[in-house]
């Protein structure tokens, strides 16, 4: 893996440890410490190749029946999996900073469930 992606993924753990901090989120909540223990693994691999990580950092049941499940991606942040209803097919969404922050704190509006809920429109051909 060229050095150019390997710190690319240090400076996205920074920043989302950064927004973390900034919305309050504690320093010693499960999700902070995941991704503060993938940031001290990455630093002691310098220079060892090593996959993409993809961390699951909250699996909430709260949109009864379905269930909301944040992840964040070493190369890309935020990301999220809401599911309408038990084996329903999964709505992937690139989740902005506020959008996480909501979710770690267990602020979800009906409005905010609808959105990732809601598949984005094909664009294709």
């Known amino acids: ?55 699951q950092l909250l699996k909430l049941l709260a949109l009864s029946p379905g269930t909301l499940t944040l992840w964040h991606d070493v190369e890309s942040g935020w990301m999220t999996e809401a599911r309408a209803a038990p084996g329903a097919p999964p709505v992937y969404k690139k989740a902005s900073d506020e959008v996480a922050m909501a979710i770690l704190k267990g ?10 809920l809601t598949p984005d429109e094909y664009l294709g051909e």
């Open 1 to 55: 893996m060229g050095c150019g992606v390997y710190w690319s993924q240090i400076n996205e753990l920074e920043r989302a440890l950064g927004t973390m901090r900034k919305f309050g989120i504690s320093e010693l909540s499960g999700p902070y410490q995941e991704l503060f223990k993938l940031r001290g693994k990455l630093m002691a691999q310098v220079g060892i190749k090593f996959p993409r990580t993809v961390t």
């Open 107 to 116: 602020e979800i509006t009906h409005e905010l469930e609808q959105q990732l």
